[in-house]
């Protein structure tokens, strides 16, 4: 696994990384064991990020993870926690009073004393405005609570005000086929400034795996049962702001021109881990076979898959498909 500098750290982390949403229950459950077993086989085949938040299944994942690290004698891994959701979503509840209490339970759960990297989870835009804030997170790692610090975000203009901040480490933005808008400025941006862009909801909720027909369904505790007009929180987590329909035809048509052997996951995840600007892609798993798959995603690159010619595909695809819908809303 290709390993890629995390900003001005000093740490490396995995081109492909593991997210961790679905070792709470908003993807249907996953039991303890299930979700050691994705943790290790990660490791195992040479992913060192782990993206986690301390309202996944109201810090279950959290738990999990620490446990594991405990658990195990691997090296160099860091764990992305966030923050900021564990309270009405409100400037006034983003104090430095109010980190210290959710940093120090996500400190307990996951067994350290030094978060290595915490990130502001989709907070209101005025709060990624406030210059108070990042005098917070600055004092907070001043005092060794935390080595690192980021920002998540669901908006350009949130990603470009985040990127102004001096001591921003990462940025963590949706990015995929189906959420484009990120190459106009953000990337770029990011790679000037030097800040690690994590990509997320690399396979729109699942709408990039190449399963999914327009008559699958999921559990109502799902996320992709509950939220798809953004009932529960912001609709772009959810297939990315697709219309299901329309997210399965586009996905159809990416999945028939690949080549045989090379699956719909794979290309996408290759294809947004080779993007300049992007460190590392943070696509969940729920099972060993995924994480595995998920993984070896990358080793596309090496073994002659012809990536750019199916980015010329994926911008025809949005174009046509998506873009006058998706791109003026985030």
């Not at 990384?17 to 303890?32: A, F, K, M, N």
């Not at 959420?179 to 690399?202: S, T």
């Not at 992709?224 to 009932?231: I, Q, S, V």
Request: hydrophobic residues 40%; glycine residues 8%; charged residues 25%.
């Amino acid at each position: 696994m290709q390993q890629r500098p995390l900003s001005r750290t000093g740490r490396e982390v995995s081109a492909i990384g593991l997210g961790t949403w679905q070792l709470g229950p908003d993807w249907g459950g996953v039991s303890e064991n299930d979700a050691l077993a994705v943790l290790a086989a990660s490791v195992d085949a040479g992913v060192t990020l782990f993206d986690t938040a301390d309202v996944y299944g109201d810090g279950r994942s959290e738990e999990i993870i620490g446990r594991f690290l405990k658990g195990t004698d691997a090296t160099g891994i860091t764990v992305a926690t966030k923050m900021g959701r564990r309270a009405e979503q409100v400037s006034e509840n983003y104090t430095i009073e109010n980190f210290r209490g959710w940093l120090d339970r996500s400190r307990r759960l996951l067994g350290t004393d030094t978060l290595d990297l915490v990130q502001l989870h989709c907070p209101p835009s005025a709060v990624i405005d406030d210059d108070a804030t990042w005098e917070a997170l600055d004092q907070l790692v001043a005092e060794g609570v935390i080595a690192a610090y980021g920002a998540s975000v669901e908006t350009m203009d949130q990603a470009l005000s985040a990127l102004r901040r001096p001591h921003l480490t990462n940025l963590q933005i949706i990015f995929n086929p189906f959420r484009l808008k990120p190459l106009d400025e953000v990337l770029p941006l990011a790679a000037e400034k030097n800040v690690a862009v994590l990509a997320r909801v690399p396979l729109a909720s699942g709408l990039l795996s190449g399963k999914y027909t327009r008559d699958t369904t999921f559990d109502k505790d799902d996320h992709r049962t509950y939220n798809r007009n953004g009932e529960a929180f912001d609709k772009g987590e959810t297939f990315s702001g697709v219309p299901f329909d329309q997210g399965v035809a586009a996905a159809d048509e990416l999945k028939a021109s690949l080549p045989e052997g090379v699956t719909l996951p794979a290309a996408t995840l290759a294809w947004i881990a080779s993007r300049d600007g992007v460190t590392s892609v943070i696509p969940g798993a729920r099972s060993v076979q995924q994480a595995e798959a998920n993984a070896a995603a990358f080793d596309l690159v090496d073994r002659g898959f012809d990536v750019e010619a199916f980015d010329a595909l994926v911008r025809d695809v949005y174009d046509r498909r998506l873009r006058a819908q998706i791109h003026p809303q985030w």
